[in-house]
Structures are given as C-alpha cells and as structure tokens.
C-alpha cells in the first residue's frame, strides 16, 4: 500500500527554539496533508489541513504563527513548531490523501520541548 | 460537535482470550464509521469500516457493527495473537465532512 514517511520520529529541543517535521508521500502525490496533535490519553486532535501550493486551513485554536505548515509540493509537507514550549510537548502526526481519496497516516513524531 | 469515546486503556490479554474495546459516537446525521490500528513504529492504518446503520465491518478476524441505536461501534475479536498488539482508534466523519474524529486509543497488549 501507499507509504507516508515522517521524520523525525522523536525530537527533544529546548524551550525557545523551532522543531520542524516532514511528512513525505513516497510513492504516490498528495494534494492534500492533515496534521493531527494528540496529548496524553486524549484524542488525535486535527491541527490544520494543508493543500499544495496554498495557504493551510488551521482548526480552530490552533495558531497558525506558531505552527506553520508549508505543503511545497504533491509529495511533502512540513509543520515547524516556532519558539517551542514545554506545553508543546505532544505527539504530532500527518496523514495524506489520495486522489481516490483514501488516507495514509505517516508514524508520528513525539516533540518533548525541556 | 462530533465527538468519540473509546474505553480507556491499557489492555492486555492473553494469546486467544475475546477482544472488546468499546467505542461510543456522538454526531448529527449518519457519520461513517472507522476503526484505525497503529502497530509499534508504523503509522494509522485502516481497519476496518461502517458506512451506514447495522453495517458490519471485517478484516484480520476483527469485526464491528455500526448500531445506531446506541451510537456504538464496538471492535471484536474471538482469539487475539500477540501480533494484534497495537494502538486502536474509532474515528468518524460526519455526514457530508472530509474530517476524521478520533477516539483517544486503546493500547492493546497480547501476552503469548
């Protein structure tokens, strides 16, 4: 089946600096990305919605300043964490569609800001 | 707004015990009904779906019935392996939306 990659699988920062993670379709071209956030024992909570070569769709509450996303092309999408925060500390994971709409989730990317 | 319940984990069970992890929905309309698996250091997969009331979901001998009279998905299965060992989620899209609602997770733990 289709593969979405994401990398970093785990990153550690200190507070004050950006963390970016890559969502990447590897062998099919994704016109539209979703990234998720989940906290301890709550649910994948959708983020934003980002469709190429235009701006992302955020949810609401999330802020968009910090959290901005860039879909560059059919294959790759990017969420960097600005002026990360111990209260980021999460689990961000991305998904891509087809375009016989099926979704593909990459494996996530568990952010602990010290 | 849309929302979905999963019972709370940890679960773990033996090789070939009975699976039920329950799931409750609330959501206006008929939403479509999934149930995702993510196994160690792999992304959410699909599992299983129910795309209208008393419709029956099946793969991997795991099975769930969208009941609409208790706005239930619950996810089945008759005798677990230590392979089913993961991560699973209920998530809906409402009636008409392209966004999945998901549950928490229930960690599943299959000892042999």
């Given amino acids: ?114 | 707004g849309d929302s979905v319940t999963q019972m709370e984990g940890p679960v773990t069970l033996s090789e070939e015990a009975f699976l039920t992890i329950n799931c409750t929905y609330t959501a206006t309309g008929y939403p479509s009904l999934f149930w995702y698996v993510q196994y160690p250091g792999e992304g959410l997969q699909l599992l299983l779906k129910a795309t209208k009331a008393d419709d029956k979901g099946s793969n991997k001998g795991f099975e769930a019935t969208y009941r609409k009279e208790t706005t239930s998905f619950h996810l089945e299965k008759g005798s677990v392996q230590v392979s089913d060992s993961a991560v699973y989620f209920c998530a809906l899209t409402g009636q008409g939306a392209q966004k999945l609602v998901f549950g928490q997770g229930t960690r599943l733990t299959i000892n042999p």
């Fill in chain 1, 1 to 114: 089946g289709a593969v979405v990659s994401q990398h970093p699988s785990r990153v550690i920062c200190k507070s004050g600096t950006s963390v970016k993670i890559e969502c990447r379709s590897l062998d099919f071209q994704a016109t539209t990305m979703f990234w998720y956030r989940q906290f301890p024992k709550q649910s994948l909570m959708l983020m934003a919605t980002s469709n190429e070569g235009s701006k992302a769709t955020y949810e609401q509450g999330v802020e968009k300043d910090k959290f901005l996303i860039n879909h560059a092309s059919l294959t790759l999408s990017t969420l960097t964490v600005t002026s990360a925060h111990p209260e980021d500390s999460s689990f961000y994971i991305c998904s891509a569609r087809t375009g016989g709409e099926k979704l593909f989730f990459g494996s996530g990317t568990q952010l602990s800001v010290l």
